[in-house]
């Protein structure tokens, strides 16, 4: 694969990044240095992570750049669950949330075990 931005992975962490985008604008002023940076920031290395480790060029720090994206991926999670208890978004949305985490995750999980049969195979 040439490029991190044909990994279907990569592209729902995109996909990701942007709804927290969008959604940090409609939060008040006073969350901008508490949670609208924090959710801002553990969105963006989802993908990060995942390019990083692409470009590595070695399986096992593949591996590990996608394990730190799945952390970065549920600690998103988490930041949407305290919006909620916040009363800055609804139970729907994050509803909406939790099936695009959920894809992300599913796609996240299956990238790092297809990494690990290549590594394997390679071994062998």
């Given amino acids: 694969m040439a490029s ?3 990994l ?3 592209k729902q962490a995109r996909k990701i990044r942007n709804i927290v985008s969008a959604l940090v604008k409609k939060f008040p002023s006073e969350e901008k ?7 801002i920031r553990c969105s963006r290395s989802i993908g990060n992570n995942i390019a990083e ?5 070695h399986y096992q720090d593949n591996i590990r750049f996608c394990i730190i994206a799945r952390g970065s ?3 998103t999670l ?4 305290v919006a909620l208890d ?3 978004i609804t139970e729907e949305f994050l509803k909406s949330f939790q099936a695009e ?5 599913k796609l996240l999980n299956g990238y790092i075990q297809f990494i690990k049969r290549k590594k394997n195979n390679e071994m062998d």
């Avoid at 240095?33 to 959710?39: A, E, M, N, P, Y």
């Fill in 86 to 88: 916040e009363e800055l």
């Fill in 8 to 10: 279907e992975t990569w």
């Fill in 4 to 6: 991190f931005t044909e």
């Fill in 53 to 57: 480790g692409h470009g590595r060029f």
């Fill in 101 to 105: 985490y959920d894809q992300c995750s």
């Fill in 78 to 81: 988490d930041h949407m669950i």
């Fill in 73 to 75: 991926l549920s600690e």
């Fill in 33 to 39: 240095f508490r949670l609208t940076d924090q959710i």
